[in-house]
Structure formats: structure tokens, C-alpha cells
């Protein structure tokens, strides 16, 4: 099937005259871009329909709001379109488009015109990780890897599979959402599986649905396809107001995923990125959402973590009660951190962890949380419930 891109929103038939003149000057600071094959799938009668509002701008955007690189990614690119900030894992930004662009997405600086952080030229990012026999997980991100011609993406898969430390290569792609007909009708793609298998290592689809209304039968036909290749199908996506901030969305995304081998993987709090605000939600809220959505499910329906990627980790979401969020960090930049809990004061407003008074946590999380000065390499869990105050949570 013939998918066409729109660039434009002059082009795009749903909007009315008037919205495109209001939502024109975000575009231009904000970069817009869907195709036909996602076009058809919103109810254009419907202006709150969750796919209209991920793919369309709101004028929102504009307000004044976070930072571009919120999750500090310069901070871990050691060459030129390769990052490596967990000990065992090395990320490649191997181009700067996608199938079509997310408003909410945290990497939108590589869509604007004078950023250079991704490299279509990736022979310094592979020879770094050639060099570098800890990193034995590989993901290839972007923009959109799927963007690129499977020949090119199928040499740099192979290259990577034929490093003897490299065993696991994700590919991260929302295509399988966006224009599922890029894999469905692409045998060369289909076998790039078996290819990596050949040489003992496994390829992975990190594939982004958001919302259940993006699983239609070619995205889960395409999802089969990939499964019956050898490649391993996994989701994950943040949650977004006005996309999947419904529970009862969600408990439908999170189900049939799992039935159809694809089960979620995270659900990721909002970064602090420069153009998010109308999309965030605060962790409380979120953390409820995630919580209701996921109560119904079986237990292999809800093995997705809700997390947070900040700078210094992924922190997981554990718990939140009337006083406390509870966290712990489930990655982390710094070995040491790994596994730490972390305590925080109950905030409604609060929509990330620099915002957070921290009781308790490592001191790379707590220089980050407001108004905390780190005292020492651990702090006094405060009082509640089966824990006394003497009682190190960390240390
Ligand atoms: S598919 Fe991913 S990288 Fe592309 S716009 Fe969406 S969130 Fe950003």
C-alpha cells in the first residue's frame, strides 16, 4: 500500500481554515509530519480523538516550558550519535525523521534545523561500541531506524550482530504504529531477524503504541509477521494527556498487546522537554492512572514498569500514599544506585523528580530533587507506617 507523508497542515483535510492559521506558528518552531495511513485512523469529527491530538500541534506548545535535551543526552554521547550512559547498553541515533512526529516527543531538537546530535555516518558510534566489550545491548533509535532503506539498516544490524559482545539489538521504531505497511510489505526487513540470529545474537522491536486504537489488523498482522521472523516484540510509550491518560485505555492497550506477544514494557512519565506542557501529567495523577489501568490485567499483562528517565536513572514509580511517593531507582547511571530506594514528599503538582522534596534516596537523585542539599551518601526515612526513622532505606 501506497502511504503518503503530509508536511504541511495546509494538506491535512480535517482541520478547518481557522485551526490551521492558529496552530501554523507552531509548526514552525515545532516540526509537524504524518502520513495517510495514520490520517485515516482519527475520527476528524471528533476534536478530543487521542491519535488527532498526538499527531496534530496544539497551540499550547508554545508556553514557555522545560528544557530540549530534558534527560541531559549530551552529558552521555561520548562520539557523535552514540550514547552510553548504563554500563551495558549503548544507543545509536542513526537519522532525524520518523514516519510521522509525535507532539510530545523528548527528542523533538533533532527535528529542528541546527541540532547535529544524531549521525547518519555510524562508523565512530559502532568502533566505540566495538571498543567497549561491557555493552552487550545495542539500541538503534533515532528519529526512526524503520526511516532509513533496509539495506543500510540491514548493514549496520549485521555489522553490529557479528560483535561478539553485542547479543541483544533493539531497534526502536513507532513505524509498526505509524505506517505498518513499511514492514508488512518489506521481505528484506522480515529476514533482517534470522540474519542476526546467524550469528547468536537476538533482535528486538521496541515498538510505541500508545493507544489501542493504533492496533489495527495490519499493525498486529505486521506484529506477527515480525514474531513468526524471530524477532522479539516488546511496547512501550509514555503516557500523555489527552492520548492514553484514560485507564480504561490503557488496561485495553496493555491487554491486547499481551495477546498478541507484544507485551508493554514501560510507561513513561512526561519528560520536562521544551514543548511537552500541554502533554504532561503530574506523577501523582499518573501514577493513579497507571495503577487503575493496570489492576484488571493478568499478571503477564502488567509487567510494564512506570518510570521515569531522568538524567541520573530510570526510577520507578512504586507506590504513592496520603504522605509519600515511593520510588527506587531500576536503572542508573552510577552502578552504585542501582536498586536504591527513593522517598519522596507527596506532591500533586509535582511532574518530575527535580520537583520533588526528597526524605530519602542517594545523592545523585537528591543534588537533582528541589530544595535538597545532600548531606551525606544517605538519608533518615522519615516516619510512617512499619518503618521507624532509624531504619536506613538507603545507603
Ligand atoms: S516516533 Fe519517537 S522519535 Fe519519532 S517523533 Fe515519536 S517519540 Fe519522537
Same mark, same amino acid.
Not at 490551521?20 to 495511513?37: D, G
Not at 539495506?151 to 541483544?168: F, G, K, N, Q
Not at 500523555?240 to 488496561?251: K, S, Y
Not at 520510588?327 to 552504585?336: D, G, P
Given at each position: 500500500m501506497?502511504?503518503?507523508?503530509?508536511?504541511?497542515?495546509?494538506r491535512l483535510a480535517g482541520?478547518?481554515?481557522?485551526?490551521?492559521?492558529?496552530?501554523?506558528?507552531?509548526?514552525?518552531?515545532?516540526?509537524?509530519?504524518?502520513?495517510?495511513?495514520?490520517?485515516s485512523l482519527i475520527d476528524w469529527d471528533d476534536p478530543d480523538d487521542p491519535l488527532?491530538?498526538?499527531?496534530?500541534?496544539?497551540?499550547? &506548545?508554545?508556553?514557555?516550558?522545560?528544557?530540549l535535551d530534558a534527560s541531559h543526552e549530551a552529558r552521555y554521547t561520548p562520539v557523535r550519535g552514540c550514547q552510553h550512559k548504563y554500563r551495558d547498553t549503548a544507543l545509536l541515533l542513526v537519522n532525524e525523521v520518523c514516519g510521522a512526529y509525535c507532539r510530545y516527543c523528548f527528542r523533538k531538537r533533532l527535528f529542528m534545523n541546527d541540532n547535529d546530535d544524531a549521525a547518519l555516518d555510524t562508523r565512530a558510534g559502532v568502533a566505540y561500541?566495538?571498543?567497549?566489550?561491557?555493552?552487550?545491548?545495542?539500541?538503534?533509535?533515532?528519529?526512526?531506524?524503520?526511516?532509513?532503506?533496509?539495506?543500510?539498516?540491514?548493514?549496520?544490524?549485521?555489522?553490529?550482530?557479528?560483535?561478539?559482545?553485542?547479543?541483544?539489538i533493539r531497534i526502536g521504531t513507532k513505524m509498526t504504529a505509524f505506517n505498518p505497511h513499511r514492514v508488512r510489505d518489506d521481505p528484506d526487513l522480515l529476514a533482517l531477524?534470522?540474519?542476526?540470529?546467524?550469528?547468536?545474537?537476538?533482535?528486538?522491536?521496541?515498538?510505541?503504541?500508545?493507544?489501542?486504537? &493504533?492496533?489495527?489488523?495490519?499493525?498486529?498482522?505486521?506484529?506477527?509477521?515480525?514474531?513468526?521472523?524471530?524477532?522479539?516484540?516488546?511496547?512501550?510509550?509514555p503516557l500523555?494527556?489527552?492520548?492514553?491518560?484514560?485507564?480504561?485505555?490503557?488496561?485495553r492497550l496493555f491487554r491486547e498487546l499481551s495477546y498478541i506477544g507484544c507485551p508493554q514494557y514501560?510507561?513513561?512519565?512526561?519528560?520536562?522537554?521544551?514543548?511537552?506542557?500541554?502533554?504532561?501529567?503530574?506523577?501523582?495523577?499518573?501514577?493513579?492512572?497507571?495503577?487503575?489501568?493496570?489492576?484488571?490485567?493478568?499478571?503477564?499483562?502488567?509487567?510494564?514498569?512506570f518510570a521515569m528517565s531522568h538524567h541520573t536513572g530510570k526510577i520507578e514509580i512504586l507506590s504513592v500514599d496520603s504522605r509519600f511517593i515511593y520510588?527506587?531507582?531500576?536503572?542508573?547511571?552510577?552502578?552504585?544506585d542501582i536498586g536504591q530506594p527513593l522517598i519522596a514528599r507527596r506532591d500533586e503538582e509535582a511532574r518530575w523528580l527535580d520537583e520533588l522534596e526528597l526524605v530519602a534516596g542517594p545523592p545523585a537523585a537528591a543534588a537533582a530533587a528541589k530544595g535538597f542539599t545532600p548531606r551525606s551518601d544517605w538519608m533518615p526515612a522519615p516516619t510512617w507506617d512499619g518503618l521507624k526513622p532509624s531504619d536506613p532505606v538507603c545507603s
Open positions: 501506497r502511504v503518503r507523508y503530509i508536511t504541511r497542515l495546509s482541520l478547518s481554515e481557522d485551526e490551521r492559521r492558529r496552530l501554523e506558528p507552531v509548526t514552525e518552531r515545532y516540526a509537524f509530519r504524518m502520513n495517510s495511513y495514520y490520517e488527532r491530538r498526538l499527531v496534530v500541534p496544539d497551540a499550547s &506548545e508554545l508556553r514557555p516550558w522545560g528544557q561500541i566495538r571498543a567497549h566489550p561491557e555493552v552487550t545491548n545495542v539500541l538503534i533509535t533515532g528519529g526512526d531506524p524503520l526511516m532509513l532503506s533496509t539495506r543500510r539498516l540491514t548493514l549496520l544490524v549485521e555489522e553490529l550482530a557479528t560483535l561478539p559482545h553485542v547479543r541483544i531477524p534470522a540474519r542476526v540470529r546467524a550469528h547468536g545474537a537476538q533482535l528486538y522491536l521496541m515498538n510505541h503504541f500508545d493507544h489501542p486504537n &493504533e492496533l489495527t489488523d495490519v499493525a498486529k498482522e505486521t506484529l506477527g509477521l515480525l514474531q513468526r521472523a524471530g524477532a522479539q516484540t516488546v511496547n512501550q510509550c500523555v494527556r489527552g492520548v492514553n491518560d484514560d485507564p480504561a485505555a490503557l488496561t514501560y510507561l513513561f512519565q512526561g519528560r520536562p522537554t521544551a514543548g511537552n506542557a500541554p502533554f504532561e501529567l503530574p506523577i501523582v495523577a499518573g501514577y493513579a492512572i497507571f495503577d487503575e489501568a493496570t489492576r484488571p490485567l493478568s499478571g503477564l499483562a502488567k509487567r510494564a514498569r520510588m527506587k531507582y531500576h536503572r542508573a547511571h552510577r552502578v552504585r
